[in-house]
Structure formats: structure tokens, C-alpha cells
């Protein structure tokens, strides 16, 4: 018998993705989350809390690849911490995090930045736990997921006039191509920080919204408004984006028409 790849956050957007591509390889999974699930087919689930450290032990015994996709808005930083204690004591061989594009390049300094942006900042703190860990490691930094966009474009719908951050522009990726990259650098050796990866084209917000608005016939209208604070500058500088790693393939177009199908 192999050891199981442990998944966090492998009941999310991107971990369902990735669990499906390990099972797809032949590995056997295990998904650490805070729900109990039933006895599922092939994938053996593990309760647990990243932040507050519970069931992280019985999740990372006898494993020797995690990765870990678990994350949330904030706090990110102390869940990979608690994940790469766990993995220390067991011995893991490999500890595989996604990061964002542009973790690096965006500052959170002021309160401002911070309320708006300090997810980067913990997605930083973030990778530097993983890189201190000791352990063998492969960091990922992708660009926003289509699905990401899309929840924003639902919300944003939802008002009868729409605030654009101006100047802010991104560079979408499939969640899919992000969970089969993910696989092969968790199935290889570790690599350190991995070239990043973000989708083929880059988009003004505006274009976006558009984008969903005309899909589902709709019309609003769109002020830009001005972000303060030195984050939001980076952000209208273009540190979000990766164009020299345009190689993701699938479109926000082709992610909305298929999407807007299945939502009419
Ligand atoms: N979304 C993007 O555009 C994007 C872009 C670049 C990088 N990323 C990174 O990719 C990762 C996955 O993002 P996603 O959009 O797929 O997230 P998601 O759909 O919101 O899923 C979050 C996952 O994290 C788990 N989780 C959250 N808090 C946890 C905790 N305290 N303990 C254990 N598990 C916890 C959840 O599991 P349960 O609810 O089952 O406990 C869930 O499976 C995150 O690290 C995110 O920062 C995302």
C-alpha cells in the first residue's frame, strides 16, 4: 500500500480539482476538513480545523505528499503554520502550497491596504512558513480563478450601479489547469518557488463585468472609483498579473459561456 497524498482545503474550488487528478493518477487521497463527510467511495476524509489545530495530527499521519490548498480571506498564515508543525513531526517528503501571483509585489503597509488587501500579505507570511519549515517544499503563485471573478461579477450584479476599482485589470485562470499543475509539481520533486501561472489574456475589471453582464443580458451601470493606499497602487500597476506566464488556455470566455449555460 502507498502512503495517501493529503489534500486540505480538498473540499474547495481548487482541492476538488486536485483530488480528482490524483485519483485520476492512481494515488490514494485523503481530505482534511472542518465538515464530516460520509463514507465516500474512494477518498478518505479526516476532521480537522487548520486554525485551530485540531485533527491536524490524525490528517498527516503516515503521509509523505501534502498539499495544501486550504484558505480563506484571513489567516492564512497561522493555518500553514499549524499544517507545517503537523508535517515536521511526521516526516512529510513534500509540502506543496498555492499561493497568489503578486504576493511579493503588493505592499500591505497602511490600515487601508490591509483591509482591503491583507490577503496578499498572508499568502506571503504564508509562503515564507512553508519555505522555513524544513521540509521539502514547492510553492504554486496563480492568478485569480475564473470562479473568483465569477462570484464577484454575481455580487456586483446584484447593485443597480456598479463600483469599478479603476485601473484594476486581471488575467483570470482556470481552476482546473491550476489543480493539473499543482499535481504534477506535488507527483515531482520539490521545486521551491514554481514559475507562475496565470491565464491567456489579460482583462480591464470593466471588461469583465461586461463579459458576465452581457451573458446574462443584463445592463448596469458602471462608475470607476479610485482605491486609496499603496496596495491598490500595485494593483493598478499591473503586480496581480504574470503576462510572461500566460499559459493557461481557457478563456473567461469560454468559462462564462459554459457556465452561463448551465445557469439559464
Ligand atoms: N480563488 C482564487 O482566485 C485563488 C487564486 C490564487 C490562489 N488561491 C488559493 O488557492 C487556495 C484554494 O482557493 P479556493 O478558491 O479553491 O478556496 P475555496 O473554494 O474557498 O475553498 C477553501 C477550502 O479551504 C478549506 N478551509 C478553509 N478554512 C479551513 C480551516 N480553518 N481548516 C481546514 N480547512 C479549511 C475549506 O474546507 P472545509 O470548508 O471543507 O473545511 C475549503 O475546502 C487558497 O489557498 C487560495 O488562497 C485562490
Redesign the pocket.
Known amino acids: 500500500m502507498t502512503s495517501p497524498i493529503l489534500v486540505?482545503?480538498?473540499?474547495?474550488?481548487?482541492?476538488r480539482q486536485v483530488v480528482l487528478r490524483l485519483r485520476e493518477a492512481g494515488c490514494d487521497v485523503r481530505v482534511?476538513?472542518?465538515?464530516t463527510h460520509g463514507a465516500a467511495t474512494d477518498i478518505e476524509y479526516v476532521t480537522?480545523?487548520?486554525?485551530t489545530g485540531e485533527g491536524i495530527e490524525a490528517a498527516v499521519e503516515g503521509t509523505e505528499i501534502i498539499v495544501h490548498?486550504?484558505?480563506?480571506s484571513k489567516g492564512?498564515e497561522d493555518?500553514a503554520l499549524n499544517l507545517a508543525q503537523a508535517a515536521s513531526l511526521a516526516r512529510a517528503r513534500h509540502l506543496v502550497y498555492?499561493?497568489?501571483v503578486g504576493a511579493d509585489r503588493i505592499p500591505v503597509v497602511s490600515g487601508v491596504d490591509r483591509a482591503m488587501f491583507g490577503y496578499f500579505a498572508s499568502?506571503l507570511a504564508a509562503e515564507r512558513v512553508v519555505a522555513e519549515s524544513g521540509l521539502p517544499w514547492t510553492t504554486l503563485r496563480?492568478?485569480?480563478?475564473h470562479?473568483?471573478l465569477l462570484m464577484v461579477a454575481q455580487q456586483a450584479a446584484k447593485l443597480p450601479v456598479i463600483p469599478v476599482p479603476a485601473g484594476f485589470r486581471f488575467q483570470p485562470v482556470d481552476?482546473g489547469e491550476v489543480a493539473a499543475r499543482l499535481v504534477e509539481l506535488a507527483l515531482g520533486a520539490p521545486a521551491g518557488l514554481a514559475p507562475d501561472i496565470a491565464g491567456p489574456r489579460v482583462y480591464g475589471m470593466a471588461d469583465l463585468l461586461r463579459g458576465y453582464l452581457r451573458a446574462r443580458r443584463k445592463h448596469r451601470l458602471m462608475v470607476p472609483v479610485r482605491l486609496p493606499g499603496k496596495a491598490a497602487r500595485a494593483f493598478r500597476a499591473g503586480a496581480n498579473l504574470a503576462p510572461e506566464r500566460a499559459v493557461g488556455h481557457r478563456t473567461w470566455e469560454d468559462f462564462m459561456a459554459e457556465r452561463v449555460l448551465h445557469e439559464a
Open positions: 486540505t482545503g480538498g473540499t474547495g474550488t481548487l482541492g482534511l476538513s472542518r465538515r480537522g480545523d487548520l486554525a490548498c486550504a484558505g480563506s492564512d493555518k498555492i499561493s497568489v499568502k496563480a492568478a485569480q480563478f470562479d473568483l481552476a
